[in-house]
C-alpha cells in the first residue's frame, strides 16, 4: 500500500516526493469526498485497470491490509478463504 500511494503521489517518478507533490497529495486526500476516496483505493489495486479486482488483486489488497495491521496470519486465512470460495467470473467492482 505505501509503495502504490508514494507512486502516486510522485507524479515526476524521481523516487521522491518534493513539496509540491506533497501538497497536491495532502489536499486532495483531505478534501476529495468520500466515494472518491474509495474510488481511488479501488484503483490501487485494480492493476489491469479492468475496473475489477481479481483474485490475484484482492489477495495483494487483503495482504497489504492485514501487514498494516502485523496479523499475518489472520491475512492468510482470509486469503485462503477468498480462494475456497472464489467463483470464476464472479468479480468485486468499483462500478
Do not use: Q
Not at 18 to 27: G, K, P, R
Request: with cysteine; net charge negative.
Amino acid at each position: 500500500f505505501n509503495r502504490k500511494m508514494f507512486a502516486l503521489f510522485d507524479t515526476d517518478d524521481s523516487n521522491e516526493i518534493d513539496f509540491l507533490e506533497f501538497s497536491c497529495a495532502i489536499w486532495n486526500l483531505c478534501t476529495w469526498p468520500e466515494d472518491k476516496l474509495a474510488e481511488l483505493m479501488f484503483n490501487l489495486y485494480d492493476d489491469d485497470f479492468s475496473g475489477f479486482l481479481e483474485l490475484e488483486e484482492c489477495d495483494a489488497l487483503i495482504a497489504d491490509s492485514f501487514a498494516l495491521r502485523k496479523t499475518k496470519e489472520e491475512g492468510e486465512i482470509l486469503t485462503e478463504s477468498l480462494h475456497i470460495i472464489a467463483t470464476p467470473g464472479i468479480y468485486v467492482s468499483s462500478r
